[in-house]
Nanobody, 112 residues
Framework: VQLVESGGGQVQPGGSLRLSCVASGFSFSRYDMQWVRQAPGKGLEWVSRIGRKGTTTYADFVKGRFTISRDNANNTLYLQMNSLKPEDTAAYYC???????RGQGTQVIVSS
């Protein structure tokens, strides 16, 4: 199993970023996937989940701002993040839900 995140960076409050996670080594389309994050000095925090057929759920603190999606043909998970806030600063990880297998993460910094 390999999960490789990308797309992080530094952005001003109110800005947008699109995170990607390319999966390999397993049948991506058969698994529910999710994004989690870890802010400096804090524990892992669940952000959003997408089922095999595309059903989505979100943490309250990202509802209306973030959109999770997947491209099963290209084994890729996405997280579109809009209206970013300083409190969204964290390392973001994609995870396979069944066993919490996750990638190395991509850093998001929201700061003016």
């Amino acid at each position: 199993v390999q999960l490789v995140e990308s797309g992080g960076g530094q952005v001003q409050p109110g800005g947008s970023l699109r995170l990607s996670c390319v999966a390999s080594g397993f049948s991506f389309s058969r698994y529910d996937m999710q994004w989690v994050r870890q802010a400096p000095g804090k524990g892992l925090e669940w952000v959003s989940r997408i089922g095999r057929k595309g059903t989505t759920t979100y943490a309250d603190f990202v509802k209306g701002r973030f959109t999770i999606s997947r491209d099963n043909a290209n084994n890729t998970l996405y997280l579109q993040m809009n209206s970013l806030k300083p409190e969204d600063t964290a390392a973001y990880y994609c995870e396979r839900v069944v066993d919490n297998e996750r990638g190395q993460g991509t850093q998001v910094i929201v700061s003016s």
